[in-house]
């Protein structure tokens, strides 16, 4: 008996001490018996989404990564604010974030939904998770089994965003413990950062790199003068809050390990990035990776298997919504 409450003691302590880290009964193949086609149903529907905008890769692999990082994986990032409550997705940290991954997980759960046997039966959570899959290995990278058995979440607020995501001026110690919170550990932290082979960025994300506005302020001297000089003519002091620079410029809009390699060439487009390799303790990582696509792909594999164990729902802390956007 004492030992039983031992036990429940240790249990509630860890959980103190975790709160992240929900111990969730995840599994490959979750819908077997319940929905037995979604991971094909939800393919094809991001298949379609992606045939009308390349867009919808980048936008569906940061959505999974903001949401993951704020409260957890569970679709709170997809809540619409309403009334007086102004929802995760609407707090200007969510840093722009294309409308088109949004868009890609209400497609998805709306083919989901429309065999019968599947409707609401599909956590809008576990939609996300498998498109973001399914994106990564239409850019041309790695396709790998996702864990399924997520609840969506019953909260979405701005104020739970503050703190919670990373920042393009950020150095290694401050990205490490944002990781940390998370569970994650440096290694997967570089590894998710390899998600910028995609996507782009918006001038004011990295203008304090590329001008020297005063001398505690010069610019960059990780980055090569001669990609400098181009960001420089490509987002001037007055820049178009519109443009956007591609955070892989070598290899845009392709899943691969260019990332790592521009890094060593000091085309790191953010601060964050550029980082990673002028930072002694994660330079070596970088290395590996710019040299084996092969090694970056099984560590970004396994980290994001990781990052989708991050405050799963389950129980009566979530439910199955009817509509991504709204709670039942
Ligand atoms: C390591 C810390 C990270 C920082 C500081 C960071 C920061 C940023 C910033 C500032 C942008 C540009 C936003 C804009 O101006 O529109 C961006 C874009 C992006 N990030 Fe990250 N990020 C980080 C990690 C990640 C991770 C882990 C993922 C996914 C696994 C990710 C996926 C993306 C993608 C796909 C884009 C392009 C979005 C688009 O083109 O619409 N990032 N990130
Ligand atoms: C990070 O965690 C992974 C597995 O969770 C482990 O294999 C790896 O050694 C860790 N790396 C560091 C630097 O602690
Ligand atoms: C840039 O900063 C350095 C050091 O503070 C200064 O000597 C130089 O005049 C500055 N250049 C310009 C163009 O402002
Ligand atoms: C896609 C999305 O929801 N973007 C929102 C981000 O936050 C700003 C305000 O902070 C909104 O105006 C955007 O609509």
Redesign the pocket.
């Known amino acids: 008996m004492s030992r039983f409450i031992f036990i429940q003691v240790l249990a509630f302590l860890s959980l103190l001490i975790f709160p992240n880290i929900a111990f969730a009964e995840l599994k490959q193949n979750y819908y077997a018996n319940i929905c037995p086609d979604v991971e094909t149903i939800v393919r094809k529907a991001v298949a379609a989404k992606l045939a009308e905008t390349p867009?919808t890769?980048?936008?569906?692999?940061?959505l999974?990564?903001?949401d993951c990082?704020v409260e957890g994986c569970d679709a709170s990032i997809m809540i619409q604010s309403s009334g007086s409550n102004t929802a995760e997705k609407d707090h200007p940290e969510n840093?722009?974030?294309?409308g088109?991954?949004f868009d890609t997980v209400m497609k998805a759960k709306a083919a989901v939904d429309a065999v019968p046997s599947c409707k609401n039966k599909v956590s809008c959570a576990d939609i996300l998770t498998m498109a973001?899959r399914d994106v990564v290995q239409m850019a041309g990278g790695p396709s790998y089994p996702v864990e399924l058995g997520r609840l969506d979440g019953l909260s979405s607020t701005a104020a739970s965003v503050n703190g919670r995501?990373?920042?393009?001026?950020?150095n290694l110690d401050q990205?490490n413990a944002?990781?940390a919170a998370n569970g994650l550990n440096q290694t997967e932290?570089?590894a998710?950062?390899?998600?910028?082979t995609?996507?782009?960025?918006?001038?004011?994300?990295?203008l304090n790199r590329i001008y020297n506005f005063s001398k505690q302020n010069p610019v960059d001297p990780t980055l090569i003068p001669s990609y400098a000089a181009e960001l420089q003519q490509r987002c001037p002091k007055n820049f178009d809050p519109d443009t956007?620079i591609d955070?892989d410029p070598s290899t845009t809009g392709i899943f691969d390990n260019m990332y790592y390699k521009n890094l060593q060439n000091g085309q790191g487009?953010?601060?964050?990035?550029q980082v990673?390799f002028t930072d002694m303790r994660s330079k070596q990582t970088v290395i590996s990776w710019a040299n084996s696509p092969k090694d970056f792909s099984d560590a970004?594999v396994k980290?994001?298997t990781k990052?989708g164990r991050v405050g799963v729902k389950t129980g009566k802390n979530g439910n199955i919504r009817r509509d991504c956007s709204a709670f039942n």
């Open positions: 867009i890769v980048q936008g569906t692999l940061r999974l990564f903001h990082f840093l722009s974030l294309a088109d991954g973001a995501l990373p920042k393009a001026n950020q990205l944002i990781f932290m570089i998710l950062s390899g998600a910028h995609l996507g782009f960025s918006h001038c004011d994300q990295f956007v955070l487009l953010l601060t964050s990035d990673l970004f980290a994001m990052l």
